[in-house]
């Protein structure tokens, strides 16, 4: 069983740059889209970007110029870089896979993580 | 962007009747060359993540009761359960993969009445 679990700080100051990463077990991480989705508390769910486990990126045009994904398959780990952190940005976020054919329906989930962005 | 409208944004249903959820997307999710609709369904219980329902607007995922069951096709969809259990308590929601720009319906939140 495919299981995937975010790892990061929960707490970011404003401007800053948050890092997270989604440690991929039960599989590997190869022949797979990885995403990002975050949701601020009591709101819906936004796509934020997703990387293929050879290094393809795709961003939401929204956060494009904020964001910045990478792949490291010796650790089947994703991460996600995000700069420039203001309030807006507090939420859950959780890392997702693709379905094995790409299409782009979410499988399988992180349990999320909390990030708060405050001074 | 494609732009996915749930309805209602709440809904109470009696245990062991019919829930029925609409999403509507700004532009067909059809692609003609293969006739499939793209469009996914989860369930997402409080403090937990989604949970994929059905996917190609009619597919149900592995493990999925079959009390869930989705239809519709090009703009306009639904999911609906057959006969509420108050496991089914839940926020629901529609994504389109028909673009490169993935997006959610605003959510549908389901009681019991």
């Known amino acids: 069983q495919v299981q995937l679990q975010e790892s990061g700080p929960g707490l970011v100051k404003p401007s800053e740059t948050l890092s997270l990463t989604c440690t991929v077990s039960?599989?590997?991480?190869?022949?797979?889209?990885w995403s990002w989705v975050r949701q601020p508390p009591g709101r819906g769910l936004e796509w934020i970007g997703y990387?293929?486990?050879?290094?393809?990126?795709n961003y939401s045009p929204s956060l494009k110029s904020r964001v910045t994904m990478s792949v490291d398959t010796s650790k089947n780990q994703f991460s996600l870089k995000l700069t420039s952190m203001t309030a807006a940005d507090t939420a859950i976020y959780y890392c997702?896979?693709?379905?094995?054919?790409?299409?782009?329906?979410?499988?399988?989930w992180g349990q999320g993580t909390l990030v708060t962005v405050s001074s | 962007d494609i732009v996915m409208t749930q309805s209602p944004d709440s809904l109470a249903v009696s245990l062991g009747e019919r829930a029925t959820i609409n999403c509507k997307s700004s532009q067909s999710v059809l692609y003609s060359s293969n006739n499939k609709n793209y469009l996914a369904w989860y369930q997402q219980k409080p403090g937990q993540p989604p949970k994929l329902l059905i996917y190609?607007?009619?597919t149900r995922e592995s493990g999925v009761p079959d009390r869930f069951s989705g239809s519709g096709s090009g703009t306009d969809f639904t999911l609906s359960i057959s006969s509420l259990q108050a496991e089914d308590v839940a926020v629901y929601y529609c994504q389109q993969y028909y673009t490169t720009l993935y997006t959610f319906g605003q959510g549908t939140k389901l009681e019991i009445k």
């Open positions: 039960g599989g590997s991480i190869s022949s797979y889209y």
């Open positions: 990387i293929y486990y050879n290094g393809n990126t």
């Open positions: 997702a896979r693709f379905d094995y054919g790409g299409f782009g329906y979410f499988d399988y």
């Open positions: 190609w607007a009619s």
